[in-house]
């Protein structure tokens, strides 16, 4: 019965401007639907909404004559007739996402062998400027797990919360391209490049928040950031709170390079701070600083995503030195009928093979997004090496395709395998091999329009010696999910 809310959507979407003119482009890196894009790159025209709402600007609207679609009344809601940039503004999303596994990770843990359940997500925001300069963002969430409740984890599980609530004020120009810099305090959702290191984790119910300051500079294209921020510590059953043990600051700049070969270049260094750390090895305070670039773009018919970071720091009594490779280099044959796009992305993120004497090699992703390999969510990428061919399909503009295959290594044979928690799934096999398995991927989703997406997943992986060695098997993974936003 709690699926009715979208019935009664789905009876009234003509009615909300599914059939208005076409709202402006969003850049898919930026789009709501980029952290569930995994096998490929995105498409070229997704939802006019962004995975970081606070991102959106709705002035335009002061104009009446601009209004194409149901919601913008809710979307800008003037407060000062004589400031046009002093207005309210309103929006949510509703996401019912079922999700079945067989043999949830590898069958080795607590979970049942058979497990199945329906995700609601209801999240409403409310977006004041007062003025060009000064504006407060606040954002509720109610996360429900429908079947197996009884384990449901905190970030599937909160039937009230706050998501976010900061205040920003700008200091130069304020103008979208004009120089600036805005200084934010309060709890904020964060996502940065690839959101390898740094993202807002959309698959489970509530998305990582952070709770500090930030410091955003500002011109055309470019941008840097600053902050320092402990991360939410989810609760089922109350407001999520800081997590104490645990900080993050860093720094992440981000330029168009103006060369021959469109790219943007980003820089960064990020520090985080753990009280305590488990990996194979055991648990200790950890203090890592993470070093890394990324040169992203695309040209002719060609899309490329490079990124190499290095790790530093100390875990324990051990010195940190581990290092990661994202690779992702497509080419769309746009001409063709339905567009194809070949893909394949290759990682390394090293583990640790030193022992307890040596120094510590184990890659640490921080606060990484969901379904980083596939939307099955079942490795973390800690001691992972990996090959992830596939082919993305467009048959209409409102429906893509995916189809993809990864195969999966162990980066160290003394290390195991994590999931994606950085729960310790496999434990190393004495003379196994570093082979993990190999997966087989299928997705469509559907964009009926501005608001609503649907998204229908698979994922097989087929598990090696090693798997089975470690008392692990093979899984399977079925996802469905539907999401109204506005």
């Given at each position: 019965m709690h699926a009715c809310p979208l019935s009664l959507i789905a009876l009234a979407l003509p009615a909300f401007g599914l059939a208005a003119a076409e709202p402006a482009k969003v850049d898919p890196a930026t789009s709501v639907l980029s952290e569930y894009t995994n096998a490929a790159a995105p498409d070229p025209h997704p939802p006019p909404y962004t995975l970081l709402r606070f991102n959106e600007r709705y002035d335009s609207l002061a104009d009446p004559l601009n209004h194409i679609d149901f919601f913008d009344p809710a979307k800008y809601i003037a407060l000062d007739a004589s400031d046009p940039h002093s207005y309210l503004s309103f929006g949510g999303e509703l996401r019912e996402r079922y999700e079945h596994f067989d043999n949830a990770g590898f069958g080795t843990g607590n979970e049942p062998d058979d497990l199945s359940y329906l995700l609601q997500r209801v999240a409403?925001?409310?977006?004041?400027?007062?003025?060009?300069?000064?504006?407060?963002?606040?954002?509720?969430?109610?996360?429900?797990?429908?079947?197996?409740?009884?384990?449901?984890?905190?970030?599937?599980?909160?039937p009230l919360d706050l998501q976010q609530a900061f205040v920003d004020y700008t200091f130069g120009d304020p103008s979208p391209d004009g120089p600036k810099v805005i200084a934010r305090a309060g709890?904020?959702?964060?996502?940065?490049?690839?959101?390898?290191?740094?993202?807002?984790?959309?698959?489970?119910?509530?998305?990582?928040?952070?709770?500090g300051v930030q410091i955003i500079a500002a011109q055309g294209a470019a941008r840097l950031y600053a902050f320092l921020v402990r991360p939410g510590q989810e609760s089922r059953h109350q407001f999520d709170g800081e997590n104490d043990g645990q900080s993050l600051w860093g720094v992440y700049a981000s330029t168009?390079?103006?060369?021959?070969?469109?790219?943007?270049?980003?820089?960064?260094?990020?520090?985080?701070?753990?009280?305590?750390?488990?990996?194979?090895?055991?648990?200790?305070?950890?203090?890592?600083?993470?070093?890394?670039?990324?040169?992203?773009?695309?040209?002719?018919?060609w899309s490329y995503d490079w990124e190499p970071i290095v790790q530093f720091g100390?875990?324990?009594?051990?010195?940190?030195?581990?290092?990661?490779?994202?690779?992702d280099t497509g080419y769309s044959f746009r001409s063709l009928p339905w567009k194809p796009r070949f893909g394949l992305k290759a990682d390394y993120a090293s583990g640790d093979s030193k022992g307890p004497d040596g120094h510590y090699g184990g890659f640490n992703p921080l606060y990484f997004k969901s379904g980083y390999f596939n939307d099955a969510s079942i490795i973390r990428p800690t001691n992972i090496a990996d090959l992830h061919p596939s082919l993305q399909l467009v048959p209409t503009r409102s429906l893509t395709a995916t189809l993809a295959v990864d195969l999966l290594w162990r980066a160290s044979l003394n290390d195991g395998v994590y999931g994606p928690a950085g729960n310790i799934e496999l434990r190393p096999v004495p003379g196994a091999s570093r082979y993990i398995g190999n997966t087989a991927e299928a997705a469509l989703t559907w964009k009926a329009g501005r608001h609503w997406v649907w998204t229908a997943s698979y994922v097989h992986l087929f598990a090696s010696d090693y798997v089975r060695a470690a008392s692990g098997s093979d899984v399977d993974f079925l996802g469905s999910w539907a999401t109204f936003t506005w």
């Amino acid at each position: 019965m709690h699926a009715c809310p979208l019935s009664l959507i789905a009876l009234a979407l003509p009615a909300f401007g599914l059939a208005a003119a076409e709202p402006a482009k969003v850049d898919p890196a930026t789009s709501v639907l980029s952290e569930y894009t995994n096998a490929a790159a995105p498409d070229p025209h997704p939802p006019p909404y962004t995975l970081l709402r606070f991102n959106e600007r709705y002035d335009s609207l002061a104009d009446p004559l601009n209004h194409i679609d149901f919601f913008d009344p809710a979307k800008y809601i003037a407060l000062d007739a004589s400031d046009p940039h002093s207005y309210l503004s309103f929006g949510g999303e509703l996401r019912e996402r079922y999700e079945h596994f067989d043999n949830a990770g590898f069958g080795t843990g607590n979970e049942p062998d058979d497990l199945s359940y329906l995700l609601q997500r209801v999240a409403l925001h409310a977006d004041l400027h007062v003025n060009e300069r000064l504006r407060f963002f606040v954002q509720g969430l109610s996360a429900l797990q429908f079947g197996d409740r009884d384990s449901a984890s905190p970030i599937n599980q909160n039937p009230l919360d706050l998501q976010q609530a900061f205040v920003d004020y700008t200091f130069g120009d304020p103008s979208p391209d004009g120089p600036k810099v805005i200084a934010r305090a309060g709890r904020f959702s964060m996502n940065y490049g690839s959101a390898r290191l740094i993202a807002t984790r959309a698959a489970p119910n509530v998305p990582y928040k952070f709770d500090g300051v930030q410091i955003i500079a500002a011109q055309g294209a470019a941008r840097l950031y600053a902050f320092l921020v402990r991360p939410g510590q989810e609760s089922r059953h109350q407001f999520d709170g800081e997590n104490d043990g645990q900080s993050l600051w860093g720094v992440y700049a981000s330029t168009p390079t103006h060369l021959k070969l469109p790219a943007t270049l980003d820089l960064y260094y990020l520090g985080a701070h753990y009280d305590s750390r488990r990996y194979i090895r055991g648990s200790a305070t950890e203090d890592r600083h993470s070093i890394g670039t990324r040169l992203s773009g695309s040209a002719g018919g060609w899309s490329y995503d490079w990124e190499p970071i290095v790790q530093f720091g100390t875990f324990g009594d051990r010195d940190i030195r581990a290092w990661t490779i994202a690779t992702d280099t497509g080419y769309s044959f746009r001409s063709l009928p339905w567009k194809p796009r070949f893909g394949l992305k290759a990682d390394y993120a090293s583990g640790d093979s030193k022992g307890p004497d040596g120094h510590y090699g184990g890659f640490n992703p921080l606060y990484f997004k969901s379904g980083y390999f596939n939307d099955a969510s079942i490795i973390r990428p800690t001691n992972i090496a990996d090959l992830h061919p596939s082919l993305q399909l467009v048959p209409t503009r409102s429906l893509t395709a995916t189809l993809a295959v990864d195969l999966l290594w162990r980066a160290s044979l003394n290390d195991g395998v994590y999931g994606p928690a950085g729960n310790i799934e496999l434990r190393p096999v004495p003379g196994a091999s570093r082979y993990i398995g190999n997966t087989a991927e299928a997705a469509l989703t559907w964009k009926a329009g501005r608001h609503w997406v649907w998204t229908a997943s698979y994922v097989h992986l087929f598990a090696s010696d090693y798997v089975r060695a470690a008392s692990g098997s093979d899984v399977d993974f079925l996802g469905s999910w539907a999401t109204f936003t506005w």
